[in-house]
């Protein structure tokens, strides 16, 4: 075989091995994003159960020996003077704990201290998530929006145009869902591809 037929050979492997890598990603994005709604929908039903039954200052029944973790937004306060790398990665930790309390008010805080920084674009998108997992649509549809608006060139824009997409569809609003996911689709990104597999299994 000529050494250019190798090497196109070669290349092609490599590009399929480089495609089922991103592949794999996705995959493992996804059930994260499904373990994280799964757990959401297990603190609410834990947090109206306590609410209903009189809140912290209730006696708590003998069946309830370990409490639950508290979710208090004082846990992602980090000094004044940190970076805004740490002050990021701070409310993305509690983001992997699932302390979706927590991480909103820490993300949030992020933004205070950092409205135009290098991560500002990535804490509108994990709050819109958040709002989207409370089923709070307009206020994830807002997240979304101002990313896309104020950070044009970021890296998270075609993730927050597939979930603004999503969120349009939840709403109720299937047209302008369609045509949001549409234009996305017609690009070469992974969202584009979650965004065609959406439009053909709901449309």
Same mark, same amino acid.
């Given at each position: 075989?000529?050494?250019?037929?190798?090497?196109?050979?070669?290349?092609?492997?490599?590009?399929?091995?480089?495609?089922?890598?991103?592949?794999?990603?996705?995959?493992?994005?996804?059930?994260?994003?499904?373990?994280?709604?799964?757990?959401?929908?297990?603190?609410?039903?834990?947090?109206?159960?306590?609410?209903?039954?009189?809140?912290?200052?209730?006696?708590?029944?003998?069946?309830?020996?370990?409490?639950?973790?508290?979710?208090?937004?004082?846990?992602?306060?980090?000094?004044?003077?940190?970076?805004?790398?740490?002050?990021?990665?701070?409310?993305?930790?509690?983001?992997?704990?699932?302390?979706?309390?927590?991480?909103?008010?820490?993300?949030?805080?992020?933004?205070?201290?950092?409205?135009?920084?290098?991560?500002?674009?990535?804490?509108?998108?994990? #709050? =819109? @998530?958040?709002?989207? %997992?409370?089923? +709070?649509?307009?206020? !994830? *549809?807002?997240?979304?929006?101002? /990313?896309? $608006?104020?950070?044009?060139?970021?890296?998270?824009?075609?993730?927050?145009?597939?979930? #603004? =997409? @999503?969120?349009?569809? %939840?709403?109720? +609003?299937?047209?302008? !869902? *369609?045509?949001?996911?549409?234009? /996305?689709? $017609?690009?070469?990104?992974?969202?584009?591809?979650?965004?065609?597999?959406?439009?053909?299994?709901?449309?």
């Amino acid at each position: 075989m000529p050494a250019s037929a190798e090497s196109d050979v070669y290349s092609q492997i490599r590009s399929l091995q480089e495609e089922i890598a991103t592949l794999r990603g996705l995959v493992e994005e996804q059930s994260y994003e499904l373990k994280q709604l799964k757990q959401l929908q297990l603190d609410n039903y834990m947090d109206l159960d306590r609410r209903l039954s009189g809140g912290a200052n209730s006696v708590a029944p003998a069946a309830s020996v370990e409490p639950l973790p508290a979710k208090s937004p004082s846990r992602a306060v980090v000094a004044d003077n940190a970076s805004e790398a740490d002050v990021y990665k701070a409310a993305y930790d509690l983001l992997n704990q699932k302390d979706f309390a927590g991480a909103e008010s820490a993300f949030k805080d992020h933004l205070t201290r950092f409205p135009s920084g290098d991560f500002a674009s990535n804490s509108h998108y994990w #709050l =819109g @998530k958040i709002a989207m %997992l409370k089923k +709070d649509y307009p206020q !994830a *549809k807002t997240w979304f929006t101002d /990313l896309i $608006a104020n950070f044009p060139a970021a890296a998270k824009v075609p993730d927050a145009q597939l979930d #603004l =997409g @999503k969120v349009y569809f %939840l709403m109720g +609003d299937k047209v302008k !869902a *369609k045509s949001l996911l549409s234009q /996305l689709a $017609a690009g070469n990104t992974d969202a584009a591809r979650l965004a065609s597999k959406f439009i053909s299994d709901n449309f």
